[in-house]
C-alpha cells in the first residue's frame, strides 16, 4: 500500500508514528514538506517516508491519500487538485462535510475520519463516516474503530473528542498539587497518570453497567470521594461542563 499524506501537521504525523509501531505493510509514504521541520524528522526517521514538495505529485504517486490540513487550506487547495476517480481519499478535515469532499475531488471513495493524538501508540476511537472497507483495515491497526453512518450524529463526537486539553489539565493540576504538598514531580505525574490510566481501563471493561454505577460504587456513605463530587457539583463543575459541550457542538455543527 502507498499512502500520501497532504499536509504533515500534528495528526498527520501521530498517525504516521502509529503505522510504524502497528503490522500495516507499507510500501512508502509520501508527505508533504509541510510542516517541514515535522517532515524533516518523519523522513530522517522511517526509510520508506519520502517528502515532496508538490501535493498534486503526493497524489498521483498515492493510492491513499490523507488530508492533515485545516478546513480553510482544504477549502483553498482541493479545488487546484486532480484526483483520479480510483484513489481513495481518507479526509481529517474538521468541518468540510462529505458532500462538499466529494464535489471538490471528484473522488467516490471518500470517508472522514476523527482519529486523536494517541493514534501514536496505536490507542484511543477512530470514529469513522461512513463505514468503509478501506479506512477500517487501515484503522483496526491503529486503535479502536468506531464506524457511523449519519454524518451528522458524527460531529457529536467532535465534541467529546475537545475534552482532551480538559483532562490533561485535571492531570496537570493534580500533579502540581502533590507536588505543592511534598512529593516529588517524577512520582507525582506517575501516580496521575497510573490513576487515570487505571480508571478508564476500568471503565472500559464495565462500560456495559453503565457509569452511573461506577460513580455509585467509587463512593462510601460520608467518605473522601463523595465528598470532592458533592463539592464539585455545588460549583457547578459538571453543569459547566455539560455546557461547554454544548457550545463546541454548536461550533462543530454550523
Ligand atoms: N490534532 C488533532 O488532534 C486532530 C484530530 C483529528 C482531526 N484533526 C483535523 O486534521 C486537520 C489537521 O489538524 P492538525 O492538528 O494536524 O493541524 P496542523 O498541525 O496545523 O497541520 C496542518 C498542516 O497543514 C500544512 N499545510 C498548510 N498549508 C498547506 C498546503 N498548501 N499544502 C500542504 N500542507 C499545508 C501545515 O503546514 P505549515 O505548518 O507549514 O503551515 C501543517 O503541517 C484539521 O482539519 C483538524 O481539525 C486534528
Given at each position: 500500500?502507498?499512502?500520501?499524506?497532504?499536509?504533515?501537521?500534528?495528526?498527520?504525523?501521530s498517525?504516521?508514528?502509529g503505522?510504524f509501531?502497528?503490522?500495516?505493510?507499507?510500501?512508502m509514504?509520501y508527505?508533504?514538506?509541510?510542516?517541514?521541520?515535522?517532515?524533516?524528522?518523519?523522513?530522517?526517521?522511517?526509510?520508506v517516508?519520502?517528502?515532496?514538495?508538490?501535493n498534486?505529485?503526493?497524489?498521483?504517486k498515492?493510492s491513499?491519500?490523507?488530508?492533515?490540513?485545516?478546513?480553510?487550506?482544504g477549502?483553498?487547495?482541493?479545488?487546484?487538485?486532480?484526483?483520479s476517480?480510483?484513489?481513495k481519499?481518507?479526509?481529517?478535515?474538521?468541518?468540510?462535510?462529505?458532500?462538499?469532499?466529494k464535489?471538490?475531488?471528484?473522488v467516490?471513495?471518500?470517508?472522514?475520519?476523527?482519529?486523536?493524538?494517541?493514534?501514536?501508540?496505536?490507542r484511543?476511537p477512530?470514529?469513522?463516516?461512513?463505514?468503509?472497507?478501506?479506512?477500517?483495515n487501515?484503522?483496526?491497526h491503529?486503535?479502536?474503530?468506531?464506524?457511523?453512518?449519519d454524518?451528522?450524529?458524527?460531529?457529536k463526537?467532535?465534541?467529546?473528542?475537545?475534552?482532551?486539553?480538559?483532562?490533561?489539565?485535571?492531570?496537570h493540576?493534580?500533579?502540581?498539587?502533590?507536588?505543592?504538598?511534598?512529593i516529588?514531580?517524577k512520582?507525582?505525574?506517575?501516580?496521575?497518570?497510573?490513576?487515570?490510566l487505571?480508571?478508564?481501563?476500568?471503565?472500559?471493561?464495565?462500560s456495559?453497567?453503565?457509569?452511573?454505577?461506577l460513580?455509585?460504587d467509587?463512593?462510601?456513605?460520608k467518605?473522601?470521594?463523595?465528598?470532592?463530587?458533592?463539592?464539585?457539583?455545588?460549583?457547578?463543575?459538571?453543569?459547566?461542563?455539560?455546557?461547554?459541550?454544548?457550545?463546541?457542538?454548536k461550533?462543530?455543527?454550523?
Open positions: 500500500m502507498i499512502l500520501g499524506f497532504i499536509g504533515t501537521g500534528k495528526i498527520s504525523s498517525i504516521i508514528y503505522i509501531k502497528s503490522k500495516l505493510k507499507i510500501k509514504i508527505i508533504s514538506s509541510r510542516n517541514t521541520n515535522i517532515a524533516k524528522k518523519l523522513a530522517d526517521k522511517f526509510r517516508v519520502k517528502v515532496l514538495k508538490d498534486q505529485e503526493i497524489i498521483d498515492s491513499v491519500i490523507f488530508l492533515g490540513i485545516t478546513p480553510s487550506v477549502n483553498k487547495i482541493l479545488p487546484k487538485l486532480n484526483f476517480k480510483n484513489k481519499i481518507i479526509s481529517l478535515i474538521s468541518t468540510i462535510n462529505l458532500e462538499k469532499l464535489r471538490l475531488t471528484k467516490k471513495n471518500i470517508v472522514r475520519a476523527t482519529p486523536l493524538p494517541p493514534i501514536e501508540i496505536k484511543g477512530i470514529i469513522i463516516c461512513p463505514p468503509n472497507k478501506f479506512a477500517k487501515i484503522f483496526k491503529l486503535g479502536k474503530v468506531l464506524e457511523i453512518r454524518e451528522k450524529l458524527s460531529y463526537f467532535w465534541s467529546t473528542a475537545s475534552l482532551m486539553a480538559a483532562y490533561y489539565e485535571i492531570l493540576t493534580s500533579s502540581k498539587w502533590l507536588i505543592k504538598k511534598g516529588n514531580k512520582m507525582a505525574d506517575i501516580y496521575v497518570a497510573e490513576l487515570f487505571a480508571l478508564s481501563q476500568d471503565a472500559l471493561g464495565k456495559s453497567q453503565g457509569y452511573k454505577k460513580v455509585a467509587s463512593q462510601t456513605p467518605g473522601l470521594n463523595m465528598q470532592v463530587l458533592n463539592e464539585l457539583k455545588k460549583g457547578k463543575f459538571f453543569t459547566k461542563f455539560t455546557k461547554a459541550l454544548e457550545n463546541v457542538n461550533r462543530v455543527s454550523k
